[in-house]
């Protein structure tokens, strides 16, 4: 059984989560399920995508689930796609996997 510890990735920088991004939804929720065949973290929000709100709403959520700084986050890649990468400076997968198991 896959978990959503596939969806992490390691880079020079810090950690690589994947995810899948459902926009103009009727809440914001982080983690929002995990996708087994994407190997990729749900996430919902309620900005549309438009004119880079969804992106700013997604940095701002994550911030706060994790209890850690904006400046800390930046999407990498996926920019106008449902489908992005987040990079998380100086967090470990284990941090990352601590932080997220109690809110599956």
Not at 4 to 14: H, K, L, M, P, Q
Not at 62 to 82: A, L, T
Not at 91 to 101: F, G
């Amino acid at each position: 059984m896959a978990s959503f510890e596939d969806a992490f990735r390691i880079s020079n920088e810090g950690l690589l989560i994947a995810l899948d991004v459902h926009p103009g939804s009727g809440r914001n929720a982080f983690p929002d399920g995990y996708n087994a065949w994407r190997k990729s973290i749900g996430i919902a929000i309620t900005a549309p995508p438009v004119d880079g709100r969804a992106n700013t709403a997604i940095i701002d959520l994550v911030s706060k689930v994790m209890g850690i700084s904006k400046s800390e986050i930046r999407i990498v890649s996926g920019h106008q796609s449902s489908r992005k990468v987040i990079q998380i400076a100086g967090m470990t997968p284990l941090q990352c996997k601590e932080l997220l198991a109690t809110l599956f």
